[in-house]
Every structure is written in C-alpha cells, then in structure tokens.
C-alpha cells in the first residue's frame, strides 16, 4: 500500500510538473509555427526558406502532439470524474474511431463487450482514452497480419478489460518501469512514454486495477496481455427498488 501511495504521490506531482511544461511550450510553439507559416507564405519562390520552414513547421507539429499527450496526463489523477454506468462496447466503438488502425497490417477482434452484465462504473471518454493507449501500444508490438483481441469477462464485483496481442512481449527487465512516466522503448518521435502513465491514472480515478501478463523472455512471440479490471456496474432497477424502500 505504501509503494501504491508513494506512486500515486509521485505521479501527481509528475502531473503538476507537466501541466506547467505544456502550458509554457504550448505558446510558444504555436508561436513558431505561426512564424514558419508566414515566412512560407512570403518566400514561396524561394525553395530553400520554403523547404526550411515546412520543416520547422514539422517539427512543431511533433512538440506539440508531446504537449497534447502532456496535458491528458496532468489531467488525470483526482477522482473527480463523473460516474455513469458504461457499455464497453461504446468504449470500443470510441477508441477505434480515434485510433487510425491500419486494417491491413493488424486485426482486431472485439468479444462479449456488448453482454448486459459487462457495464461498469465510470467516465465513457476516460476509458476510451484507457483503451486507445492499449490498442496502440498492442499495434506497435504486433507482427504484420497480428490479430489483437478485446473482450470482457465478468465478476459478481467487477468486470476486465482484457486486451491480448500476438507481439514481442515485454521484456520481464522492463516491466517494473511501464507504468513510469517518460518510460519508453519506442523511438524518438514514436513513444512519448506518456500512454501507461495515463492509463494507470486513469485507472485509479476508477478504483480499478491493471495487470499485465506478458511471457517475459524475448526469445519467442508470445504476446501480452493486459487486464483492467473495473467496479461492474449493478443493475439499476435493483437500486431504484431499494431506494424507493428506503425512503
Ligand atoms: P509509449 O507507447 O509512448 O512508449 P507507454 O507508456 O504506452 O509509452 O509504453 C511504455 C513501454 O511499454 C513501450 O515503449 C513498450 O516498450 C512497452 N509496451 C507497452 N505495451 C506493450 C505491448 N503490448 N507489447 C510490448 N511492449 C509494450
């Protein structure tokens, strides 16, 4: 529990410190590319300046998705967020629509997410942000033609989130530091090693857990699978029963 509440402290500061770097790069980067913009505009003839500024205005574009995913997780933590009780099947239908999944190099397959018993408690766009960091992370480690899978399986207490890929797996050396924020094995440009940070953010706004089973040695693809577990949500017609007993 302590190691639990030194991590939850440590992130929330993380979270603190973040906010303050977005919001001081964020304008002047806008700035820039502003800048970049106008000098194009103006020196159109010119193909060198306009070749240069279309690479400034690259670059820009590159900060400022670090800035983006930055702010989602200094946003996250405090357990504020709204409770509703949330069909996974819509979680899904959202985080695919806002991931571009190139169908032809991987698959995705969805399972009993649409079951009535499968609803939990929570924020709908919270966990859709959960499962879009998941499903990208699956796509980057699957092999070409890689199936990925997303079910749910449920308890009387609660219901998983399960999300497998047939990928490299995670090197058991690695796994103690996934959930740290920066912590990233992608190349520069590719991983901000923001995504399991938020998703463990998240998933504690939601008095959850998360588990990650991966095989470990690298030798072999044998895939990972990650399980967010998360409170069910209980029948509604049970609760309004009781209440109107209770009053
Ligand atoms: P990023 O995706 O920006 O690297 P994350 O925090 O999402 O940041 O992930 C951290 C690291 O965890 C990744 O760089 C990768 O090494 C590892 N990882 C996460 N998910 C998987 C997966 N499904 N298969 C293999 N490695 C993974």
Not at 14 to 27: D, F, P, Q, S, T
Not at 215 to 224: K, V
């Amino acid at each position: 529990l302590e190691d639990k509440l030194v991590h939850s402290e440590r992130l929330a500061s993380i979270g603190r410190l973040a906010a303050g770097v977005a919001h001081e790069i964020g304008n002047p980067i806008t700035g820039i590319a502003c800048l970049a913009q106008n000098l194009r505009e103006e020196r159109e003839d010119d193909g060198e300046i306009s070749e240069i500024s279309a690479q400034i205005i690259e670059q820009t574009k590159r900060v400022s998705r670090i800035v983006q995913s930055l702010m989602s997780f200094a946003h996250a933590g405090g357990r504020q967020q709204a409770e509703y009780p949330v069909c996974l099947a819509e979680v899904a239908r959202e985080a695919i629509a806002l991931l571009s999944l190139n169908r032809q190099s991987v698959e995705v397959q969805f399972l009993n997410l649409c079951d009535p018993d499968h609803w939990v408690e929570g924020d709908p766009q919270r966990l859709a942000q959960v499962l879009i960091n998941l499903l990208s992370n699956a796509r980057d480690a699957s092999p070409p033609g890689g199936t990925i899978r997303v079910r749910s399986e449920a308890s009387e207490q609660t219901v998983d989130l399960i999300v497998e890929d047939e990928g490299s797996g995670i090197p058991k050396a690695i796994v103690d530091r996934l959930f740290e924020p920066f912590f990233t094995t992608k190349d520069p440009g590719k991983g901000t090693g923001l995504g399991l940070a938020l998703v463990y953010s998240i998933v504690e706004e939601h008095y959850g857990q998360i588990t990650i089973d991966s095989p470990a040695d690298s030798e072999h693809q044998r895939g990972t699978r990650i399980r967010v577990t998360l409170p069910r949500h209980v029948d509604t017609t049970s609760a309004v029963t009781r209440d109107r007993r209770e009053s």
